[in-house]
């Protein structure tokens, strides 16, 4: 008889896949079948994310909760990046877990559920060459992982210590599971990794050829059920002009480009560790534009780090009005255990930290107000891949835009060209034309 599995999913696109990675293992080798409801589950899981401090608190509130709800006998088990910096002290906080598990030994899960206590959050294994069991959350667009871990070291960053060291996974295993996505029905594929343009540096084992990220672009395109490919993230210091114009050339590659800023001043990403300076942000960015007029550009920036001036502050504004962001992520400095920022005595206040926040947003809020409204009347391909309770199918263009038109279930997995009637800051309503 079939147990039932409920996992709750936080954190970034690579968490979201390892819990695939889960369901996968555990379906196939363990009988589990995924359920909604925690009351009824046998196995609750929580696949946790660390990079800022308010998801870690939530972790043991919500744990709390699961123990007055959950049935007789049930499980709790913990993986992903809290699991692997936080390990035996979720034992100490919360003694009802049975398990926990690191965002780098996903693999090991089945041996997880059938240990009394069990404990691994080893950030040095290499799960690399691991062929996982197959599951899907989506029948449309296919996750796919390219590496694991992280080899850059931004002071403020807690993921190199939760993921390890990176290393590329091999390219016949990434292109044998993009083909077979494919084929499944999957037109979209979306690379995954923390650094994805540092592809090829280093794998599990020594290999003859070599081979860089817009080779393995190329290489994805060639498979001919793909239309669509989306990676993320990227980081801005290795967008040499190859990979740039490999992006621009490539008519399968979808054109929205993720570019973590983090920050705008030259001597704070100097502080970060970002190994690039406000100028090559621009420079790449514009050229960007230049190559792909249509390109959408999306980013992540970080408020006040230590030591972030008002003046510093101000380049991030500058960066904003120079390069005017599609889409932005903007969190307030967190500090993070394990990482060096973090004992930076520099410390920004909290008030003047909302304060840079708040204007941040105000005037991105402003930029996508013109952006959205210049799409009025553009004709757009959207890939429709949501049913809305209101009546309405959600899609994205080419160029990662939230388009919802009215429709039924039968332009679900189809790609049609839309024309924009009502543009909105977060998604553009219209029409289908063909
Ligand atoms: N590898 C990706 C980012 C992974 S973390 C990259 O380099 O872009 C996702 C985002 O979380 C980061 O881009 C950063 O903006 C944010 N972040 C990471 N650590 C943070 C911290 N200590 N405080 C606030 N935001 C942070
Ligand atoms: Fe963190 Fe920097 Fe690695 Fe991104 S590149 S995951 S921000 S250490
Ligand atoms: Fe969070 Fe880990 Fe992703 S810290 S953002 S789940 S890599």
Known sequence: ??????????????????????????????????????????????????????????????????????????????????????????????????????????????????TEKFLDVDIDYDESTYAFSEFRGSSYKAFVNISIGCDKKCTYCIVPHTRGDEISIPPELIIQEARKAAKNGAKEIFLLGQNVNNYGRRFSSKRDEKMDFSDLLNMISEIEEVERIRFTSPHPLHMDDKFLETFANNPKVCKSMHMPLQSGSTHILEEMKRGYTKEWFLNRALKLRELVPEVSISTDIIVAFPGESDEDFEDSMDVLEKVRFEQIFAFKYSARPLTKAAEFTNQVDNAVASERLKRLQTRQNDILDEISSSNSKNILEVYFEELRNNGMVAGRSDNNALVQVEGNEELLGTIRKVLITNPRRLALYGEIVK
């Not at 889960?22 to 660390?50: F, G, H, P, V, W």
């Not at 709390?64 to 390990?87: D, P």
């Open 1 to 114: 008889m079939s147990k039932k599995l409920y996992i709750e999913t936080l954190g970034c696109a690579m968490n979201t896949r390892d819990t695939e990675h889960i369901i996968a293992e555990l379906r196939t080798k363990e009988s589990y079948e995924l359920c909604s409801d925690a009351k009824q589950a046998d196995l609750i899981m929580i696949n946790t994310c660390s990079v800022r401090e308010k998801p870690v608190n939530k972790l043991f509130s919500e744990i709390g909760v699961f123990n007055k709800l959950k049935k007789e006998g049930a499980k709790i088990g913990i993986c992903g990046c809290t699991a692997s910096h936080l390990g035996d002290e979720i034992f100490k906080r919360a003694p009802s877990v049975s398990f926990v598990l690191g965002a780098r030994n996903v693999s090991k899960v089945v041996k997880a559920v059938n």
